[in-house]
C-alpha cells in the first residue's frame, strides 16, 4: 500500500452515462498525476496538478474528460457522455515535490464501459 | 515511433536463470529513468531508478546508455516472485510526466 487511494477500485456503466473517480494522495504530496493504462499497453499520461493547479494536459483528455483538485488535497476525473474506447484502468500517482522524485501510484479504477 | 519502446515478450524463464530486458527512447532530451514492476491487475510500482553510471539492487542491475538512448534491467537468479511485467519509464528536462513503455512480460518456470 503506497499511501495513495482510489475509489471506487472498479466501475461499470452503461455508453453515455457519466462517471466520476476520486483520488486521495499521500497527504503531503503536493503533486499528482492522472493516468489511463488499457490492455496491453503502459499507462499514459493525461492531466497533473501542482496544488490545486491544474499545470499540464494531455491531447488524450478530450473535452468529456475533466479533472479538478480544488483545496489542493484530493482529486476528481469526470468522464461525461463515456464510450466504449473509455474503458480501461485509471490511476493516480502523487509526490512531495521536485521533478526526481518517485511517482507513487494509488491501486486504480478499473472503468468498463457497456 | 513510440517514445519509449519494449520488446512486449513474453520471457518465459526457468527459476534459477538469468534474463535481461532492453528498451529505447526517443527524446534525447529525457533525463530521468526508471524500472517499475507492475504485477497482474495492479498498480506499478517503481523497482528501480536507473543512472548512466549504472546501479545494482540485489539481484536487479539497471544501465543506462545516453548516447544510444538505451536501458537494459538484468535479473539474475530469477525467482518464481518475480514473475511480472517491467515498466521501462522515462521523464524529461523540466517535465513533469511520466512516458511508459507497453511493458515486458515476464513468467520464471519452475
Known amino acids: 500500500d503506497t499511501g495513495v487511494s482510489q475509489n471506487p477500485r472498479h466501475k461499470i456503466t452503461k455508453r453515455g452515462q457519466n462517471v466520476t473517480f476520486r483520488c486521495d494522495p499521500i497527504?503531503?504530496?503536493?503533486?499528482l498525476y492522472w493516468y489511463r493504462q488499457t490492455l496491453g499497453q503502459g499507462p499514459e499520461f493525461l492531466t497533473y496538478f501542482q496544488n490545486e493547479a491544474q499545470l499540464e494536459k494531455s491531447r488524450l483528455l478530450s473535452d468529456r474528460f475533466s479533472a479538478e483538485r480544488p483545496k489542493g488535497s484530493f482529486s476528481t476525473l469526470e468522464i461525461q457522455r463515456t464510450e466504449q474506447g473509455d474503458s480501461a484502468m485509471y490511476l493516480c500517482a502523487s509526490l512531495r515535490g521536485g521533478a526526481q522524485e518517485t511517482q507513487y501510484f494509488g491501486p486504480g479504477t478499473r472503468l468498463l464501459v457497456l | 515511433r513510440k517514445e519509449v519502446e519494449q520488446d512486449p515478450g513474453p520471457f518465459n524463464v526457468p527459476e534459477g536463470a538469468t534474463v535481461a530486458f532492453n528498451c529505447t527512447y526517443s527524446?534525447?532530451?529525457?533525463?530521468?529513468f526508471f524500472w517499475y514492476r507492475q504485477d497482474c491487475r495492479k498498480e506499478p510500482k517503481l523497482l528501480m531508478s536507473v543512472y548512466s553510471s549504472g546501479n545494482e539492487d540485489g539481484r536487479f542491475t539497471a544501465q543506462l546508455n545516453r548516447a544510444s538512448q538505451y536501458i537494459s534491467l538484468l535479473i539474475r537468479d530469477s525467482k518464481l516472485s518475480d514473475s511480472a511485467t517491467y515498466l521501462c519509464?522515462?521523464?524529461?528536462?523540466?517535465?513533469?510526466?511520466?512516458?511508459f513503455g507497453t511493458g515486458t512480460r515476464l513468467t520464471i518456470i519452475p
Open positions: 497527504s503531503e504530496h503536493n503533486r
Open positions: 519509464v522515462v521523464r524529461g528536462f523540466g517535465n513533469e510526466k511520466l512516458t
Open positions: 527524446n534525447s532530451a529525457s533525463q530521468s
